[in-house]
């Protein structure tokens, strides 16, 4: 079945440090989703992504569509505390979406 | 952007009773809708895909008896747990879509907690 990689699973990281996070998939998507869940709530939508090669930006956010179509990273600069969550990536086609296991982001004091 | 409000925010039951979650979309019209469950510190499971109007297809190993799921309009989407059980203890969020399938939007979910 299709799988997304995502990685890493978690992070620690220093308030202010950057941060790289990606997804590989054997699959090729037409669009890639990345998604911030705070604990108890449902994730949010953070960038959408359309074409390959495409690079948008939303913030101190940075995703990119990979050329493949089968990976897609996100950057976050400058990190704060409020960064810290779990970050998900989902590829889709069609009504068809499958979610990556997540990226765990702590931020230490 | 669009916004997608699921009631109630959480849920505590008896073993035996059934349990209604509302997944409504605010400000579109979801041509589909999907219900999610995740367990503590793991990723989004995909329990079944909903159209407005017709059946809901459900993944492989989801009882769709136990988890019943009705999209009668376009804005609103109803799963019920039904005779819950303890190991029925989750979170579960929905999402829904628009037409063009261009985004995917999350309502804040819903933790069901058993006795």
């Known amino acids: 079945g299709q799988q997304l990689n995502q990685s890493p699973q978690s992070m620690f990281i220093q308030e202010g440090e950057d941060v790289s996070m990606n997804c590989t998939s054997s699959s090729i998507f037409n669009t890639w989703l990345w998604y911030k869940q705070d604990p108890g709530e449902g994730p949010v939508l953070l960038i959408a992504l359309y074409k390959a090669g495409e690079l948008t930006s939303n913030g101190r956010l940075t995703a990119q569509f990979g050329i493949t179509r089968k990976d897609s990273f996100l950057n976050i600069s400058a990190s704060i505390p409020s960064d810290v969550g779990i970050y998900f990536c989902a590829g889709q086609r069609g009504d068809k979406i499958i979610f990556g296991k997540g990226t765990r982001l702590h931020i230490l004091p | 952007g669009a916004v997608v409000s699921q009631h109630p925010s959480w849920v505590i039951c008896k073993s035996g009773t059934s349990v209604k979650i509302e997944c409504r979309s605010l400000d579109f019209q979801a041509t589909t809708m999907f219900w999610y469950r995740q367990f503590p510190k793991q990723s989004l499971m995909l329990m079944a895909t909903?159209?407005?109007?017709?059946?809901?297809?459900?993944e492989q190993g989801v009882e769709k008896d136990k988890f019943l799921i009705n999209h009668a309009s376009l804005t609103l989407s109803t799963l019920t747990v039904t005779s819950a059980h303890p190991e029925d203890s989750s979170f579960y969020i929905c999402?829904?879509?628009?037409?063009?399938?261009?985004?995917?939007?999350f309502g804040s979910g819903t933790q069901l907690s058993v006795l």
């Open positions: 909903s159209n407005e109007g017709s059946k809901a297809t459900y």
């Open positions: 999402s829904a879509t628009t037409a063009t399938n261009e985004k995917l939007f």
